[in-house]
């Protein structure tokens, strides 16, 4: 009975702590991290950081001057050089530190390596950043960031800058239109395409932006968004008729840098300039972004006339991608399905499309349209994609880079409150007040009456 009462009195709290680590790394892998995973992983870091760089072939071999030192002081063995560690700089998602690489290494070494550092270290993956010449960041991740989407607490700011998604290194992912201009988002019915659009609406409903909109699809998706949208078409023959506006707001904006560029003797070389972002701030127009939702529906004809129509289209839409940029308007095109059966013109404006963003497709055409052509391995990456996984993609830029990112969860009824609150900070452009899209009025609800009338007695 002695035996028993001493093996529940100890028994007890270790099954009680082990069940508890496995309940917080199943549900709550952060609290996991935090109380169990850092420390273990950053103590197998320290005891075994020489040999495992050894095992991966990241040593070299000791300098002379070295091999002598060693010899006159010691009589150790003289063992190869890993690469030179940093400071352990420990996050909620991981562990940081920074490698002074050893002679004849290059990033893609270490890079080659990341999966074997991840095993050894117990951690869920391993990256490499380089830093400058000789110098790159080591960011080791925990846990799987992308299962449950928590954006960092310190986030970019900046006008046109919107963090949008979670990175699978932990870091967020900023959509910034002024270094992407344009971008390419696919995704099919359910995959998060929607969720990816309103964290872009809403994070640039905030800014001194101009929202435009063309929604094929009835305005379903970007109705919702219409007090902050500055013009809104919901079919192709609407779209017809805004695409020619936008172009000659972009030449007018056009004439005004070519006026500012008719140079004088006296004026400053930091004023010439070959867009608005040069013009001095009272006189700099505001920026446009539009957003292209169900962009298939604009190559779709049934008639020759609708052919003619969107061929017009189409030019224009490339027009845009061409030339927007130095006039601050840049475009974000959406669609289920992009290829180049849908018609002429298709693969040339994707080729203006910088930015690219894969969710789970239905095909393997698409994702190749969206990022074969700038990274081909990410093809792969965006097929394996599950529907049980929405809101999660790959995205690419013309760099070659790619990663995958997840956006968190963001209801449509926050989005389109976001936009009510925001939109006295929508800017007043004329020429597309035809387009401004009718705003319902919300009834204004009369305050309860602090103290209950009571009937008069007859």
């Given amino acids: 009975m002695t035996d028993l009462a001493a093996l529940l009195e100890v028994g007890g709290p270790v ?3 082990g069940g508890g680590a496995a309940y917080a790394r199943a549900r709550h892998p952060g609290v996991y991290w935090s109380t169990v995973g850092l420390p273990v992983s950053t103590a197998r870091l320290l005891g075994s950081y ?21 010899k006159a ?8 050089v890993p690469p030179r560690r940093g400071i352990i700089r420990p996050t909620t998602t991981g562990l940081r530190l920074r490698l002074r690489l050893a002679p004849g290494q ?16 117990g951690v869920h993956a391993v990256y490499v950043t380089p830093v400058k010449p000789g110098v790159i960041d080591l ?12 954006m960092p607490r310190k986030l970019p700011a900046g006008l046109l800058k ?28 359910l995959s998060g395409k929607s969720m990816y659009l309103r964290h872009l609406i809403t994070g640039l409903a905030r800014q001194p932006v101009a929202l435009v909109g063309i929604d094929c699809k009835r305005g379903v998706e970007l109705a919702p968004f219409a007090a902050r949208l500055s013009a809104l078409a919901t079919d192709p023959e609407q779209a017809a008729a805004l695409l020619p506006v936008l172009i000659e707001e972009m030449e007018d904006r056009y004439d005004l840098i070519k006026a500012r560029q008719g140079i004088a003797p006296d004026t400053p070389d930091e004023e010439i300039t070959s867009d608005i972002w040069g013009l001095p701030e009272h006189e700099r127009p505001v920026p446009v972004v539009l957003f292209v939702d169900e962009v298939a529906e604009l190559f779709l004809v049934a008639t020759k006339k609708d052919e003619q129509r969107r061929d017009e289209m189409v030019t224009q839409l490339i027009r845009l991608a061409q030339l927007g940029r130095a006039a601050g308007i840049y475009l974000e095109i959406c669609g289920q399905r992009f290829g180049a059966e849908l018609g002429k013109g298709a693969t040339m404006l994707r080729a203006q499309l910088t930015g690219r963003v894969c969710h789970r497709v239905n095909d393997e055409a698409s994702a190749k349209m969206a990022l074969g052509d700038i990274a081909p391995e990410a093809v792969a990456a965006a097929c394996a994609i599950a529907p049980e996984q929405p809101g ?43 387009f401004r899209p009718a705003v319902p009025v919300r009834p204004v609800k009369s305050p309860a009456p602090v103290v209950r009338p009571q009937p008069t007695a007859g």
């Fill in 15 to 17: 099954a009680a702590l």
């Fill in 50 to 70: 020489s040999s495992v760089m050894e095992a991966c072939g990241l040593t070299v071999a000791p300098s002379r001057l070295r091999v002598l030192a060693v």
């Fill in 73 to 80: 002081t010691t009589r150790r063995e003289v063992r190869p």
């Fill in 106 to 121: 290059e990033p893609a070494d270490v890079a080659a390596s990341a999966e074997r550092l991840r095993h050894a270290w």
């Fill in 139 to 150: 960011r080791l991740v925990g846990f799987d960031v992308l299962r449950k989407v928590r």
């Fill in 162 to 189: 919107v963090p949008v998604a979670l990175r699978e290194d932990a870091t967020a992912f900023v959509r910034d239109y002024r270094t992407v201009p344009h971008g390419l988002t696919l995704g099919a019915t």
């Fill in 392 to 434: 999660l993609a790959v995205i690419g830029d013309a760099s070659g880079g790619w990663s995958r990112v997840r956006t968190p969860y963001l209801s449509l009824a926050e989005a389109a409150e976001t936009c009510h609150t925001s939109a006295h900070l929508a800017p007043d452009l004329p020429a597309l007040q035809p």
